[in-house]
């Protein structure tokens, strides 16, 4: 390997079409993780955010992301995701629960808003009863669980693979 | 879905094998990233981490994993690098660089070490040189680049679902 070369920050990968993959967030207890979701979904190729709250988007952590991805600020997750199932997204939140599937074997359908937990709280009871599929990451050792960035980074990673173009 | 109920923190997969995958850091420019890998590798495992220069672990930030993952301080990467070699681990380094190939098809060894980029140099030449593999991940909008934590999360997620049992 005696001509590599670092080729760091290289052009992305094409898309095909557009993301279909939305990004849904409750009320985050830290904008440090929510800041974070934002940059990685950027380098994702997502193009639209719904945050709950207050968000306050560090453009440190976010990077270009504060640009490139649309935050729709809501004050409560529900009434968005009634909206978009009706337009066709599947509803899929991330989170440890009795009916959980396993992210290994879960096939994302392309149009999908992945639900966000919060980082003490999780997903709510109500939004959880609406979601249409409830994915989890296996976990091996403690602290029993994901920091929510992280949780996020890895099922956003899962859809690209199974949707390298888009 | 009406019987289904949050198990945040639920006991974790059991391994049938203890993992062979290590984690190796150059010094970190923050050590909320090395901290944050730390957490993540914990919930993957993993039980050793190499970390060079002068680390320091935040405990509210790597949690349980300060206690669970071994932390091997050196003053720089290669020659713990060629040991473990000697010891038939793979040496894998997490680069975008001319060569590198994309995870998605990437088949790990179960015998690997991890070797992860600084934040902003990357992984130096003299490291990358001596690499067995070079994987990068795709990345499809700006800024063409995961935070390294992000990075090291994404890979530890995809040597999981490689060996989802050890």
Chains 1, 2 share one sequence.
Do not use: W
């Not at 590599?4 to 440090?32: T, Y």
């Amino acid at each position: 390997m005696a001509e590599l070369s670092q080729e760091r920050h290289k052009p992305p990968r094409n898309l095909e079409r557009d993301r279909e993959l939305i990004i849904a967030c409750p009320p985050m207890r830290s904008n440090v993780n929510l800041s974070r979701i934002v940059r990685t979904a950027s380098c994702c190729g997502v193009r639209r955010l719904v945050a709950c709250g207050n968000p306050k988007i560090d453009p440190k952590i976010a990077r270009d992301g504060i640009e490139t991805v649309e935050i729709e600020v809501r004050r409560s997750l529900l009434p968005v995701l009634r909206q978009l199932r009706k337009e066709n997204f599947q509803i899929v939140g991330l989170e440890q629960t009795s009916e959980s599937v396993n992210m290994h074997s879960f096939r994302f359908e392309r149009r999908t808003v992945l639900v966000v937990g919060h980082e003490r709280l999780g997903i709510s009871d109500e939004v959880l009863q609406g979601l249409d599929h409830i994915v989890e990451i296996p976990v091996f050792g403690l602290p029993y669980s994901y920091n929510a960035g992280t949780a996020a980074a890895m099922a956003m990673y899962e859809y690209c693979r199974q949707f390298p173009t888009g």
